[in-house]
């Protein structure tokens, strides 16, 4: 189903307004990133391939920032249980 859409200007950049349909259609939501391509003169707008799933994201971590397994809080100065 065709649409029209009005472009309009943001700052530097100009913009379309997606119809809700082709969002739920596309899968996308608000603050989703999108690919945009121009193929035969023709604007194609599709789900970016940056979405990565929980064990996706943990695979590629390399432990930067990982707590330290233990931490020394020095000698007790009151009347703390160890």
Same mark, same amino acid.
């Given at each position: 189903?065709?649409?029209?859409?009005?472009?309009?200007? +943001?700052? %530097?950049?100009?913009?379309?307004? !997606?119809?809700?349909?082709?969002?739920?259609? =596309?899968?996308?939501?608000?603050? *989703?990133?999108?690919? =945009?391509?121009?193929?035969? %003169? &023709? !604007?194609?707008?599709?789900?970016? *391939?940056?979405?990565?799933? !929980?064990?996706? &994201?943990?695979?590629? +971590? *390399?432990?930067?920032?990982?707590?330290?397994?233990?931490? *020394?809080?020095?000698?007790?100065?009151?009347?703390? =249980?160890?």
């Amino acid at each position: 189903m065709a649409k029209t859409a009005t472009v309009t200007k +943001w700052g %530097n950049a100009r913009g379309i307004r !997606l119809p809700e349909s082709f969002c739920r259609q =596309l899968g996308i939501s608000a603050g *989703d990133k999108v690919s =945009l391509t121009i193929e035969k %003169n &023709r !604007l194609v707008v599709a789900p970016a *391939d940056e979405r990565y799933t !929980l064990r996706a &994201r943990l695979a590629a +971590w *390399d432990g930067a920032g990982a707590p330290e397994p233990e931490y *020394d809080w020095g000698t007790p100065v009151g009347k703390e =249980l160890w």
